[in-house]
Structure formats: structure tokens, C-alpha cells
């Protein structure tokens, strides 16, 4: 079974709208995080938010917002206000423990394109 | 500046060969992780590792091996490369804390033929 399910593999959002990835996951750990990251054409991978599973706050970090819905598994990235440089692959990942170690899971990506 | 470095950006084998894609990070992170990224499929990981010498298969490592005998350095090992191993090659590292981000190589494109 998937552990990272991202269902949008595209999306096309008119320039300065707000943004609204979606990812859900699967875990029986009670403790676990998410990220996101950006990939944008040139292919390095971009940290942009973190939130851990005890947070009670949902994670900020300037235009980017984490949407944290525990009960329905959902970690959905909010992007505020799209610029022209937010065209890129966004990738939800999670990492939870496994047997001593920490295991790092990605899902399959939404490319995102911002129209002028 | 975290730097994680994959020793080449393209890569260039025939099938059959024995293929060494090596990552060198100078953090001293305890975690390194391998994946492979297709279209369509996201990352996959290949393997993990979260201490030296130590080695915990990922969702596909058939076809692949890893060495880490020195914390810096993780190796993926293909041991006789196949055309379906034709992928990007991504390799990150992190320190072993839940809640800190993993940092990424620029990733090794391999080609095989």
C-alpha cells in the first residue's frame, strides 16, 4: 500500500491565487513527520515546510502553509498568493520510525504550473 | 552550507556492467538514503542507511546493493546494470532526529545501454 498518496499530478493555477496541494498518508506510528519539498526543472530538491505529528499548530514558513488534518491522514500544502517560480514538482514525503531507524517516503509528485 | 555530493551528474554504462554511484555528505549526518526518481512514480526508496556499516532495504532494492564504511559515504552498487535501471539517481542524508529535513545530492542521471 502506498504510504505517501498524492492524487494531482497536475495542476495549472492563474498567477497570484492561493494554492492547495494535496497529500495523505498512512502510518500505525503515533509518531512521525511530513515535509514538503520543491523540485524545480533545474532538479535539486527544495525544503520548504515541516510538521511533526505532536504538533497542535499547523506549520508556516512564509508563503507556504501545512493544512495538518490528523484525523483524516491529510497533509495538504497551501500556497499563498503563486508566483511565477512556484512552477515546479512538489513532493509530499513522511518519515517514521522503523525498527530502531528513521525510513524517509515519497509520494509520486504534483507538477504545478503558474499561468501569467 | 550543508553540502551532499553525488560523484557525477550523468553516467553512461552498458548493461551488464557493474555500476558504483557514490555520495559524500559533510554534515555528519547518521541517516543516508537512496532513490531512484522516474516520471510519474515520484522517489523511490532504494535503500537506507543510519549508521556505519548498517543497511535497511527500501521499497525497491532488488537489483541494487549499498556500502557504508565510512559515516561521510554511502555507495549504491548496481551489480550488473539492467536497460530498466535507466533512472535519476538521488542520494540524501539527515541527522537521525525526527523533524529535521533531509538534504539531497543534485542527483546522478544513468543511462544504461
Known amino acids: 500500500a502506498q504510504k505517501i498518496t498524492q492524487t494531482q499530478p497536475g495542476m495549472f493555477v492563474q498567477e497570484k491565487e492561493a494554492v492547495t496541494l494535496d497529500c495523505t498518508y498512512d502510518t500505525s506510528d503515533p509518531s512521525y513527520g511530513l515535509f514538503w519539498y520543491k523540485q524545480p526543472s533545474s532538479g535539486e530538491m527544495i525544503f520548504l515546510i515541516y510538521q511533526g505529528s505532536y504538533d497542535q499548530q499547523n506549520a508556516t514558513e512564509g508563503r507556504y502553509s501545512l493544512n495538518f488534518q490528523k484525523a483524516r491522514k491529510s497533509a495538504n500544502l497551501v500556497i499563498s498568493a503563486s508566483q511565477l517560480g512556484d512552477s515546479a514538482m512538489y513532493f509530499c514525503?513522511?518519515?517514521?520510525?522503523?525498527?530502531?531507524?528513521?525510513?524517509?517516503?515519497f509520494g509520486t509528485g504534483t507538477r504545478l504550473t503558474i499561468i501569467p | 552550507d550543508v553540502k551532499v555530493t553525488q560523484s557525477s551528474r550523468y553516467l553512461v554504462k552498458r548493461t551488464g556492467e557493474k555500476v558504483f554511484l557514490e555520495c559524500v555528505q559533510d554534515?555528519?549526518?547518521?541517516?543516508m538514503f537512496w532513490y531512484r526518481q522516474d516520471p510519474g512514480l515520484g522517489l523511490r526508496l532504494i535503500y537506507f542507511?543510519?549508521?556505519?556499516?548498517?543497511?535497511e532495504k527500501g521499497d525497491i532494492p532488488e537489483g541494487y546493493s549499498v556500502s557504508r564504511e565510512k559515516k561521510e559515504r554511502f555507495s549504491l552498487i548496481l551489480e550488473s546494470a539492467s536497460t530498466n535501471q535507466t533512472s535519476m539517481y538521488l542520494c540524501?542524508?539527515?541527522?537521525?532526529?525526527?523533524?529535521?529535513?533531509?538534504?539531497f545530492g543534485q542527483g546522478t542521471r544513468l543511462t544504461v545501454v
Open positions: 542507511s543510519y549508521d556505519v556499516k548498517m543497511k
Open positions: 514525503a513522511m518519515r517514521e520510525p522503523n525498527f530502531g531507524n528513521e525510513k524517509l517516503t
Open positions: 540524501a542524508s539527515s541527522f537521525g532526529l525526527t523533524g529535521t529535513e533531509a538534504f
Open positions: 554534515m555528519d549526518h547518521e541517516n
